[in-house]
């Protein structure tokens, strides 16, 4: 099984996936995790050019860079966990690619579309957790000193960002469920749980072949 998570900074991705990571572990799956753009060797480096902060990356360039390490990462870890029955857990997939390069940058989001799915070469998330926040709550947890090439970007930059990530789960209303992630993260995650439970209650034939 396939869980992505999504959302702008601040929304509380990375917690709330190694909180449920534990909670996998503790009920007996294998789980393995991982993060867009990253993940593999190649693609950490990828990751290091567009986030720097002294790189100046056009639009086009940067999303083909994404892409790139996507395609990587899927091939080398994704799909070989998948093919092992290993629950894989990313923090960010394809939909930042859109929310951020189509709704923030303004690149044509049918061209995104063509090459997500030529990167992902069939690997589609089961499921989806949207962590959506105002941007104001998001511009609030901003506790960093420093942010990278993509943080920098100015607050109707990120307010794009949001409305994309929302249309985007209007459009996809069966893999991704949208989670109000402005409250505790105690209570976020019991949303998120309650959520598993249930998609793994209804698919459970269709998205695991063995016990894990």
């Given at each position: 099984?396939?869980?992505?998570?999504?959302?702008?900074?601040?929304?509380?991705?990375?917690?709330?996936?190694?909180?449920?990571?534990?909670?996998?572990?503790?009920?007996?799956?294998?789980?393995?995790?991982?993060?867009?753009?990253?993940?593999?060797?190649?693609?950490?480096?990828?990751?290091?050019?567009?986030?720097?902060v002294n790189n100046v990356i056009n639009p086009?360039?940067?999303?083909?860079?994404?892409?790139?390490?996507?395609?990587?990462?899927?091939?080398?870890?994704?799909?070989?966990?998948?093919?092992?029955?290993?629950?894989?857990?990313?923090?960010?997939?394809?939909?930042?690619?859109?929310?951020?390069?189509?709704?923030?940058?303004?690149?044509?989001?049918?061209?995104?579309?063509?090459?997500?799915?030529?990167?992902?070469?069939?690997?589609?998330?089961?499921?989806?957790?949207?962590?959506?926040?105002?941007?104001?709550?998001?511009?609030?947890?901003?506790?960093?000193?420093?942010?990278?090439?993509?943080?920098?970007?100015?607050?109707?930059?990120?307010?794009?960002?949001?409305?994309?990530?929302?249309?985007?789960?209007?459009?996809?209303?069966?893999?991704?469920?949208?989670?109000?992630?402005?409250?505790?993260?105690?209570?976020?995650?019991?949303?998120?749980?309650?959520?598993?439970?249930?998609?793994?209650?209804?698919?459970?034939?269709?998205?695991?072949?063995?016990?894990?």
């Amino acid at each position: 099984m396939f869980i992505t998570f999504e959302g702008i900074d601040g929304c509380g991705k990375s917690t709330q996936l190694n909180l449920l990571k534990e909670y996998l572990i503790e009920n007996k799956f294998e789980v393995i995790t991982t993060r867009e753009p990253g993940g593999t060797e190649l693609s950490e480096q990828i990751r290091s050019i567009l986030l720097g902060v002294n790189n100046v990356i056009n639009p086009l360039t940067e999303l083909l860079l994404f892409e790139a390490a996507r395609t990587h990462l899927v091939d080398t870890v994704i799909k070989p966990a998948l093919n092992k029955n290993i629950i894989v857990l990313s923090d960010r997939f394809f939909d930042s690619t859109v929310a951020y390069q189509g709704y923030g940058r303004g690149l044509c989001i049918e061209q995104i579309n063509y090459l997500n799915n030529l990167a992902v070469n069939g690997v589609i998330p089961n499921l989806t957790f949207f962590l959506d926040i105002p941007i104001e709550t998001s511009f609030e947890r901003r506790h960093k000193k420093e942010f990278d090439r993509m943080e920098n970007m100015d607050y109707n930059f990120f307010q794009n960002v949001i409305n994309g990530f929302r249309k985007i789960a209007k459009l996809a209303p069966k893999r991704i469920v949208t989670i109000d992630a402005s409250q505790t993260k105690e209570n976020t995650f019991k949303q998120i749980t309650a959520e598993w439970l249930l998609f793994t209650r209804k698919n459970a034939k269709s998205i695991f072949t063995s016990k894990t």
